[in-house]
């Protein structure tokens, strides 16, 4: 059986979201013993500007993360804490001839300087990074190109960062990806094009196997062309996966007893990136329930 598990998470931290229209992302940090995150994006239609840095607030105690991030016009954050509440962000940095992954890390007292992961020509594209309890960091991210491929990182808690590691095989073409660690393998969601007729893009689920590589799995596919940012989710003994199915619904598929379930329906019924996260929240809310 290849995706059922035991792992249990810590809870997801709720990130507070900016709600006023027309603004940009801050990721910021208030010292002192309440410290806080911040986060404002920019709620306009999706698919959004991924321009999405841009200081919201200011003052002697906000440790702003990335002030030059809208001038370079570098890609949208993705955050994840650890068990401490300390933030890790991870975004595409943009040099001007390419993306580069950038990974920047709270030190208690402020945010230290961002480390570069990748250092290539290509373009390093919309990384996201997941914490596990023991402090291992994971960030994926796909290289655009042809094809297009899906990587990973891993930094073990107190080492170095490994070396990249390919998860989408030689002839196979990924994108945006999201990763997490369920039952002791990482596990990588990432959207590719569909042979399916009728069907424009598919979600496939590759995980990590014992004797090094990765099983392929669809989980689902769809006639939507456009970017479908899934999501890959473990947390209390439950791994599931959520994606822009269409303009109508948020689809999500859970893994039960070694296989995905059918893909399910949640109405995404505000096409802004607050709408597509409070649908994602009411996906959570509907698996750790059930």
């Not at 440790?63 to 509440?85: C, F, K, Q, T, Y």
Request: proline share 7%; net charge negative; aromatic share 10%.
């Amino acid at each position: 059986m290849r995706c059922r598990g035991s792992l249990r998470l810590l809870p997801i931290v709720v990130l507070a979201a900016g709600l006023l229209p027309s603004t940009f992302a801050e990721v910021s940090r208030s010292s002192g013993s309440s410290s806080s995150i911040l986060f404002n994006v920019s709620d306009g239609a999706d698919p959004f500007s991924p321009n999405a840095w841009y200081p919201y607030r200011s003052g002697q105690t906000v440790m702003i993360l990335n002030s030059d991030g809208v001038v370079r016009e570098d890609g949208r954050p993705d955050i994840a804490w650890h068990a401490d509440g300390a933030p890790v962000v991870v975004w595409a940095w943009n040099l001007g001839t390419d993306h580069d992954v950038a990974l920047a890390e709270w030190d208690g007292d402020d945010w230290a300087a961002p480390a570069f992961l990748t250092s290539s020509t290509s373009d390093d594209l919309d990384p996201r990074v997941f914490l596990e309890p023991d402090g291992t960091v994971r960030v994926a991210w796909w290289t655009d190109g042809t094809p297009s491929a899906v990587f990973v990182m891993t930094r073990p808690a107190g080492g170095g960062w490994s070396a990249p590691v390919q998860v989408t095989g030689p002839d196979e073409s990924g994108r945006r990806p999201s990763v997490a660690v369920f039952d002791g393998a990482i596990r990588v969601a990432y959207e590719r094009a569909s042979s399916e007729p009728g069907m424009a893009q598919e979600i496939v689920v590759a995980t990590e196997q014992p004797g090094g590589g990765f099983a392929y799995e669809i989980v689902a596919a769809t006639a939507r062309a456009d970017r479908l940012d899934a999501v890959l989710h473990a947390e209390r003994g439950k791994l599931w996966v959520d994606w822009k199915h269409d303009e109508a619904w948020i689809g999500y598929a859970e893994c039960e007893a070694g296989a995905w379930t059918v893909a399910s329906p949640i109405a995404w019924n505000d096409p802004s990136w607050i709408g597509v996260e409070m649908t994602r929240r009411v996906v959570r809310f509907t698996v750790l329930v059930n």
